[in-house]
Each structure stands twice: as structure tokens, then as C-alpha cells.
């Protein structure tokens, strides 16, 4: 069973419309989550971490995390046609904290 | 001044021959990282060094064999390749473990024919 669970997508949007990103994680995994953006080609790169269950945002983007049912996601609001990327989940593992733990990336896709 | 850079950033090789990437950080991180990313895109850790010293070895084959001279570089080197390693390997930063921000370099994609 894979401890980081994405879908892969394409996940296809309007220009404005909001972008929804789900993760879901086995329960060996810690209590530190990051969203990271990666563009085709490109090295990822960190838009939020959440550590705590609730909300966090940031500008137009706002990480949820529900502890309880094991799920962490990625809303992007006024979805804009930069935003389109690879979205990937990752988590640190309960038996280490040297090391990262991605899902498989969920393809977002803003369509002008 | 790139944070964390990688070179070569394309190595096209054949089977059987051995290779090097390099990989230095100026963020002044004490852990360094090597992530290998598959053509479904999957990144998964390889190593990981804090210090110098090799905290994870996640089951890598012994063809792969990571050096950290001191806390800024961190290469990899890759004896006797193979078609399966082509991908794209990425090098990653952090301050003090997993749980601050990592800085990915740009990546190596490796081809091996």
C-alpha cells in the first residue's frame, strides 16, 4: 500500500474558477505535510506546509489538513493559466525525519 | 547565485559505463539529499546525509554510491549502468531534517542507451 495517495489527473479548470488538490496518507506517516509545485521540466518547489489540522493560507492558496480522516489538501483559488503544474503531496515518515515522502503528483491543467 | 546546483544537467551514456553528479548547496544546510524521479514522474528518496554523515539508504543497489566531502556537496556516483536507472535525479537541501523547506536543484536527467 503506497503512504502518499494522489490522483493523477489531469485536473482541468477554468481561468478563475477554484483548483481542489486532495492527498490522502497511511497512518505511519508524521504530522508535517507540504504541497510542492513542480513545472514541466522543472525542479520542485514549496507553495505551503501545514502542521496542524484547520486551515492555513496563503495568498490565493489555502492548505487543509483533517488528521482524523487522514487527508491533507490544496486549494488554489482565481485559478490563473501559470498555475498549470504537476501538484505533489509530501509527507515526513513517523520512523524518520530525513527524508520526504511525495505522492505521484496530481496534473492541474487552468484552461484560458 | 543558484541555491542548490546540479551538473551535469543532461548525461546521456551507454550501458555498462560509469558515471558522476555533483551537486553543491550555498544555503548553508547541514542535510543533503539525492531524489530520484521516474518517467510517471513518482519521486522517490535514494539518500540522505546530514552532516556528512549517511542517515537514509533507501535501498538503493551498491552501483549507486553517494560522497559527501563536507556539508555543502553531495555527489553520486553510478557504476555499471543500467537502462532502469534512466531518470531524472535531484539533488535537495534542507535546514536540519525533512520537516523545514527543501530546495531542489534543477535535476540531472540521465539517459542510458
Redesign the interface.
Known sequence: QKEVEQNSGPLSVPEGAIASLNCTYSDRVSQ?F?WYR?YSG?????IM?IYSNGDKEDGRFTAQLNKASQYVSLLIRDSQPSDSA?Y?CAV?PLD???????G??TRLLVRP | DTAVSQTPKYLVTQMGNDKSIKCEQNLGHDTMYWYKQDSKKFLKIMFSYNNKELIINETVPNRFSPKSPDKAHLNLHINSLELGDSAVYFCASTQGGGVTEAFFGQGTRLTVV
Open positions: 508535517s507540504f513542480q522543472k525542479s520542485p518547489e514549496l506546509s504537476t505533489l515526513n524518520s525525519s530525513y527524508k520526504l515522502i511525495f505521484s503528483g
